[in-house]
């Protein structure tokens, strides 16, 4: 699965601060999971999903979806 917060983020014109402000994870932890540094739970991708009022499916990449 491939984490695609970074390529959402650039396609809406959203920086990592307000996505930080946004979803209320730090602007580090949102770059670490972008950047595949962290395999976020659920709970995290949801959060993120509501704060930048996306779908979760829109936020990664899984032939399984």
Same mark, same amino acid.
């Given at each position: 699965? &491939?984490?695609?917060?970074?390529? +959402?983020?650039?396609?809406?014109? *959203?920086? +990592? &601060?307000? %996505?930080?402000?946004?979803?209320? !994870?730090?602007?580090?932890?949102?770059?670490? !999971?972008?950047?595949?540094?962290?395999?976020?739970?659920? &709970?995290?991708?949801?959060? !993120? %999903?509501?704060?930048?009022?996306?779908? *979760?499916?829109?936020?990664?990449?899984?032939? +399984?979806?």
């Amino acid at each position: 699965m &491939r984490i695609l917060i970074h390529e +959402y983020l650039k396609k809406s014109q *959203i920086s +990592y &601060r307000k %996505a930080a402000i946004l979803t209320g !994870i730090s602007k580090s932890t949102l770059f670490d !999971i972008s950047s595949g540094k962290i395999d976020p739970k659920m &709970r995290t991708m949801e959060k !993120i %999903a509501k704060g930048l009022n996306a779908k *979760i499916s829109n936020l990664y990449e899984s032939p +399984y979806k």
